[in-house]
């Protein structure tokens, strides 16, 4: 089991920048770099989506993005902290959403995906809001 904090949202302006965090705690032994990690967001009225998830160290942390954010958003982990981020360049007012990070884990190496059914644990989510 695992529990996720997100962090790091706020109000921007169109072509600003804003990095997420997701910390986690690992409530038993299971080692919080075996954990793939997905990025996803929610806008008022629309279904969440994927936005980007990073594998667990077993497979040197492979990523995978929504094309609607590839080249603006990099997803990168620190297993030391325990901690996943999101960097978020050039942001739109699309991206407007409350993004939440969730967990997933697997016993072997495994490439992480962007579909919410994969994933088991989740955060509670931090505002993004992108506006001039």
């Known amino acids: 089991q695992v529990q996720l904090v997100e962090s790091g949202g706020g109000l921007v302006q169109p072509g600003e920048s804003l990095r997420l965090s997701c910390e986690a705690s690992t409530v038993t032994g299971l080692r919080f770099e075996h954990y793939a990690i997905g990025w996803f967001r929610q806008a008022p009225g629309k279904e969440r989506e994927g936005v980007s998830c990073?594998?667990?160290?077993?497979?040197?942390?492979?990523?995978d993005s929504a094309e609607s954010v590839k080249g603006r958003f990099t997803i990168s982990r620190d297993d030391a902290k325990s901690t996943v981020y999101l960097q978020m360049n050039s942001l739109k007012p699309e991206d407007t959403a409350v993004y939440y990070c969730?967990?997933?884990?697997?016993?072997?190496?495994?490439?992480?995906?962007?579909?919410?059914?994969?994933?088991?644990?989740w955060g509670q989510g931090t505002q993004v809001t992108v506006s001039s």
């Open positions: 990073i594998s667990s160290s077993l497979t040197n942390g492979a990523t």
């Open positions: 969730a967990a997933r884990w697997k016993p072997g190496p495994a490439l992480c995906g962007t579909s919410i059914s994969e994933y088991d644990y």
